[in-house]
């Protein structure tokens, strides 16, 4: 009698998986002390369904999931100075938080230092101020490198602040092989969703490779990119959009690195990606599920891949910020809750729950322990994590998951059609596409097509007591001080000379890594540095 799929799977798949990482319960089962497997499906699941842990990963990219170790809890958090900051991640870890996530001050996002004309009003408002290299020590002061993932929400200078971290972990001892973590990287939807690029396409890809090629043997625990469709599905696209031109950009950074002459498999299994949980439940399950199989497709078959690491679209997920309401902000915690749900039930790797505050303010640490509390619920007294993929074969999902597939791969062969996705961004194509979806929507919202609780319809109710976050004004002047005595003790020859050679290694086709992390140990500030790649490489503007 032949092996029927799922004894294939337990036998090849699963067991040699157990004896590496056992599982976190072997006999776990409901209330009523109903066993509950692995994972539930037919012996011979239909092609394309699968089981955990194989090609094309709709079930998940992990044979045993939640059941072998549930997702990284990674709180999104960081205001005004490094120091404050470093407060709230300790508090976080406190509550239960299991990774770090970095969130910056405009002015870092954008390059330019706390002094700079363009950063006034903006130091430390929506992040942390990190121009120098003392200040990202003072960030993790007291947080060994080495036992935390940190995951920094950083694009187009990344790889300055990825300079800055291995220089940190430097100075604690430990090495860059040791480091893991991810940088966001992900220059193309800036261009198309939020705005804070600085340099033009050609040279920002440029950085991302240089990144690549770097850590490939120098940080290989570190992941390179986190491509990210959040962004785009905050700007107003659909969860189809999302899907599609989160993966087109990522074909767009496999196809540069390859011309750039590194092989796909030295440089895939480092690549994640990054989506938005948005409030239609049964959608956003069988948009994570959708997305994994094509990746998998994608990389297997458009890019020759052969490593099954290669094929593995890992992500994590942040509940939607656009979802957030002023009105009635109570009303949020059970919309977090909704969308942290669906991440969980579509796999997620880690997971971000937004504060029942944030569309009013930086959250308040009890707003921000409320959001971490919603994880913890799930993941230990929901059930939803003790099996794999729990509503595989369910009608409603799998239809919908082959429906958003066929609609992604259409929208990716479109932008194949105009050259990829940097083509059709220089042509407003993707940005055109994303500008009708949220105009569509919003028109459903005010003629109550759509409802939103507290917003156009169920409006009756007081408003919460919310304890206002104000950041200290006197943070900017705080931050500029710390600067100009940077600047006032360090050896002014040496970083003229070193500006000199950055300019130089811009112009050509040198890594421009190490010569990073040379600058930031010589205390070149962010913006510093940043100017002198402006000079060499000009800024990004748009076209209108």
């Not at 194949?416 to 979806?437: F, H, P």
Request: charged share 25%; aromatic share 8%.
């Amino acid at each position: 009698m032949r092996d029927t799929e799922r004894e294939r799977w337990e036998r090849e798949t699963l067991s040699p998986t157990l004896k590496k990482n056992p599982e976190r319960g072997a006999d776990l089962q409901t209330s009523s002390g109903i066993p509950l497997e692995r994972a539930f499906g037919p012996d011979d699941p239909p092609p394309g369904i699968g089981f955990p842990g194989e090609y094309p990963f709709t079930r998940g990219v992990q044979p045993t999931m939640y059941r072998g170790r549930l997702w990284t809890m990674r709180q999104y958090a960081g205001y005004a100075t490094a120091e404050e900051s470093n407060r709230r991640y300790k508090y976080l870890f406190q509550q239960g938080q299991t990774g770090l996530s970095v969130a910056f001050d405009l002015p870092t996002q954008i390059g330019y230092d706390p002094d700079h004309p363009l950063a006034l009003g903006e130091v430390g408002k929506v992040g942390v101020s990190i121009p120098t290299l003392d200040d990202m020590a003072r960030l993790f002061d007291g947080i060994p490198l080495n036992e935390v993932s940190t995951s920094m929400t950083i694009n187009a200078p990344a790889a300055i602040l990825l300079a800055m971290y291995i220089a940190v972990g430097k100075r604690q001892g430990v090495s860059p092989k040791h480091l893991r973590g991810t940088i966001q990287n992900d220059i193309l939807k800036e261009y198309v969703a939020r705005g804070t690029y600085i340099f033009p396409p050609g040279p920002s890809m440029r950085l991302i490779t240089d990144v690549f090629r770097y850590c490939q043997t120098e940080v290989p625990q570190w992941n390179t990119i986190s491509i990210s469709g959040y962004h785009v599905r905050e700007a107003g696209s659909t969860a189809v959009q999302e899907v599609a031109f989160t993966l087109a950009n990522g074909i767009a950074y496999v196809q540069a690195s390859i011309d750039a002459g590194l092989s796909v498999d030295d440089f895939a299994p480092q690549l994640a990606f990054f989506f938005n949980a948005h409030n239609q439940f049964l959608e956003e399950v069988a948009k994570f599920r959708a997305a994994r199989r094509l990746w998998a497709k994608i990389m297997r078959e458009r890019f020759g891949a052969k490593n099954p690491k290669s094929w593995m679209l890992r992500f994590h997920t942040q509940t939607a910020g656009s979802a957030l309401t002023a009105q009635q902000p109570e009303v949020n915690v059970a919309r977090v809750a909704i969308q942290a749900l669906a991440a969980v039930l579509g796999g997620t790797q880690s997971l971000h729950t937004n504060s029942m505050d944030e569309a009013l303010q930086l959250p308040t640490e009890k707003a921000a322990r409320v959001a971490l509390r919603t994880q913890q619920v799930i993941a230990y007294e929901s059930g939803v994590a003790d099996t794999i993929d729990p509503l595989a074969g369910s009608y409603a999902i799998e239809s919908l998951t082959d429906e958003i597939e066929q609609r992604a791969a259409d929208y990716i062969a479109r932008i194949d059609e105009l050259g990829g996705a940097v083509s059709a961004i220089e042509r407003g194509y993707i940005q055109k596409e994303i500008e009708d979806a949220a105009y569509r929507y919003q028109r459903a919202v005010e003629s109550k097509e759509q409802i939103v609780v507290g917003v156009n319809e169920f409006t009756a109710g007081g408003e919460l007591d919310i304890d206002p976050f104000v950041i200290d004004p006197a943070i900017e002047k705080s931050q500029r001080e710390k600067v100009a005595a940077v600047r006032a003790r360090r050896d002014s020859a040496r970083v003229s000379e070193l500006r000199a050679r950055l300019d130089s290694a811009a112009r050509s086709t040198d890594n421009l890594m190490p010569l990073f992390i040379e600058c930031v140990e010589n205390d070149l500030t962010l913006g510093e540095i940043c100017d002198t790649l402006r000079g060499a490489w000009g800024e990004y503007r748009p076209k209108t």
